[in-house]
């Protein structure tokens, strides 16, 4: 099993930014793919940003595309979210998730939460 730690969350006002980490421990050498959704009060969780693990692609939801960026540390199998120019609109509860080898479902972790001030 693979158990996913974040870190990183905070209140902060918009235009400023944040990073998130996520750290992978067990059996991490089953992921194939980490990344981040959110979930705002009152609405479903939506996809953020995922990076597959062997090639390093990356994948943006639009309305975060050219502010937020993905990176990892590979030897640690964490993931990390660096959030800029942040909004309002983006004030969340932030999932880090790991895709293992052959499943069709995501392993998450405990949420962060982030909040944005205007």
């Known amino acids: 099993q693979v158990h996913l730690v974040e870190s990183g969350g905070g209140l902060v006002q918009a235009g400023q930014s944040l990073r998130l980490s996520c750290a992978a421990s067990?059996?991490?050498?089953?992921?194939?793919?980490m990344g981040w959704f959110r979930q705002a009060p009152g609405k479903e969780r939506e996809f953020v940003a995922t990076m597959r693990w062997s090639g390093g692609s990356t994948y943006y939801a639009d309305s975060v595309k050219g502010r937020f960026t993905i990176s990892r540390e590979k030897a640690k199998y964490t993931v990390n979210l660096q959030m800029n120019s942040l909004r309002p609109e983006d004030t969340a509860v932030y999932y880090c998730y790991a895709q293992p080898l052959g499943s069709d479902y995501k392993l998450w972790g405990q949420g962060t939460q982030v909040t944005v001030s205007s």
């Open positions: 067990g059996r991490t050498d089953r992921i194939v793919a």
